[in-house]
């Protein structure tokens, strides 16, 4: 189970451990509150609804599409969510509600108030179809919503869905939406526009051992809102035992359940990092064909994601091995088996699980950028550059990103930066250094040092356009 440092006898505990178990407190008072005046659904027990990023985005799509999916990894609160836009909704992990379904979906569609949420839809997977039919005959908008835990081919045998669905993946929740500031802009939407200013950190400066046991606090609802240190472990224990079970033969897949099991625990220690396919499959003790299956089934079940190289043609000798995360980067320590206090003991470990959990906080904010924005990594043949991040923003525009666990940076730090912003030019739109320290500042031309809790932090609405 993870631990976190014991503190000095007598001195004023002020670590956001403290801050995480008073915000249980409050959502677990507002979660009464909810039941006193009967705000539950389905007659299921629930916190408040946390705010998501991807809440405005969804709404609007509702109301202009006649069908949207909601995908993500399982327990993201891809139902929660979707449900507070429907008005009636078919739960198909339900067997017996799923029995009926499959008997004639397109009946069962024409029962239920629109728009509907058909939950779990890839239990009764003829349902597609009847959802192509209803929006072939009637194509107005926020009749169906679609949410389900894996993602699947929607080949013309299913679903044709061009022109007729779009789809959203939620992610796991990022600590900007945990601490009540989903709204407004984020801070790759503040660094776009150049405004250090607005950029805001907390009162209350935080250090490594926090950054920490923020990463290992999850970025699933269920354990980040409402469990302790203990039950969370278990319950990513368990959550990690059901994917290599039950989820992967819901995602048709036939695979050795230990042989899975020991991909992920490679894979946890290796988060964030470059190793090769040989060394992957090595260490794992399977075979490439094996490992290659493993990554797409873990990729369709958003619990990895492959970071490509970023190329251009105006740099030579760049590297095209994907970089791999563990897309929740508890679940890492859990696939791992490593506790917080190994990972504070092992600097090569720190600075996986930093680059893991700063790329958590990115990865919603950067799905909603339009033009749609990707995720890279960036690194020379030789490895003398290397570049956490790049996010490219279309039109040849980047923000790079780099992640230290110092809390004092400077322009040596950033050197690999300044290198990118040198050959890019003007298409180098910023770089950020996020770092462990309390303070952001002009690190150089076009280049900030950042608190990684500058993420969450509540930003300064920006002025409005004239």
């Given amino acids: 189970m993870p631990t976190t440092r014991p503190e000095p006898v007598g001195r004023r505990r002020t670590t956001v451990l403290q801050d ?9 008072k507002k979660y009464i509150a909810g039941c006193v005046n009967g705000v539950l659904c389905s007659g299921v027990v629930t916190l408040g609804y946390v705010p998501r990023m991807a809440d405005a985005r969804l709404a609007e799509l509702v ?43 397109g009946a069962a569609l024409r029962r239920v108030a629109e728009p509907v949420l058909i939950d779990e839809w890839q239990e009764v997977p003829q349902v597609l179809g009847a959802v192509k039919r209803a929006v072939d005959d009637d194509p107005r908008p926020g009749r169906f919503l679609l949410t389900g835990s894996v993602e699947a081919d929607l080949t013309a045998s299913m679903w044709p ?15 900007r939406e945990i601490s009540g500031a989903a709204a407004g802009p984020g801070l790759v939407d503040i660094a776009m526009r150049g405004k250090l200013d607005e950029v805001r950190v907390p009162a209350t400066p935080l250090s490594v051992d926090d950054y920490v046991a923020l990463a290992a606090g999850s970025g699933f609802p269920e354990p980040a809102l409402r469990l302790g240190p203990a039950a969370r472990w278990a319950w990513l224990e368990s959550y990690l035992e059901h994917v290599v079970t039950r989820d992967v033969a819901v995602a048709g897949q036939t695979r050795d359940p230990v042989r899975l099991r020991r991909y992920l ?5 290796t988060t964030a990092g470059l190793p090769t396919e040989a ?38 000798r760049l590297a095209k091995r994907r970089k791999r995360y563990l897309t929740d980067p508890a679940l890492a320590l ?11 003991r092992d600097g090569d470990l720190l600075g996986r699980l930093l680059d893991t959990f700063v790329t958590a906080q990115l990865r919603p904010e950067v799905a909603l950028l339009q033009p749609r924005a990707h ?50 030019g003007k298409e180098f739109v910023r770089g950020i250094l996020f770092h462990t320290g309390p303070h952001q500042f002009d690190l150089d031309d076009r280049i900030w040092a950042v608190p990684i809790a500058a993420l969450w932090a509540s930003p300064v609405a920006p002025a409005p356009r004239v």
């Avoid at 625990?265 to 220690?269: A, H």
């Avoid at 075979?287 to 492959?306: C, G, M, P, V």
């Fill in 20 to 28: 995480a178990d008073f915000r249980h407190s409050i959502l677990r």
């Fill in 63 to 105: 109301a202009d599409l006649p069908a949207v999916m909601v995908t993500g990894p399982r327990a993201a609160g891809k139902t929660t969510t979707a449900r507070r836009l429907a008005a009636g909704i078919l739960r198909l992990d339900d067997p017996a509600l799923a029995a009926v379904v499959a008997a004639d979906p």
């Fill in 161 to 175: 869905g061009t022109g007729r669905v779009v789809r959203v993946v939620l992610h796991g929740l990022a600590q």
């Fill in 265 to 269: 625990e490679v894979l946890g220690l």
């Fill in 279 to 316: 060394t992957l499959s090595g260490t794992a003790g399977i075979d490439k064909r094996t490992a290659d299956a493993y990554d797409r089934l873990l990729a369709d079940l958003f619990l990895i994601d492959s970071v490509p190289a970023w190329t251009s043609n105006r740099l030579s």
């Fill in 334 to 344: 859990v696939a791992a088996r490593i506790s917080t206090d190994d990972v504070l």
């Fill in 375 to 424: 995720l890279h990594h960036l690194r020379t043949d030789a490895g003398r550059q290397e570049i956490d991040l790049v996010i490219d923003l279309g039109g040849g525009r980047v923000v790079a990103v780099e992640v230290k666990a110092g809390t004092a940076p400077s322009t040596r730090d950033a050197r690999h930066l300044r290198w990118l912003r040198d050959e890019l």
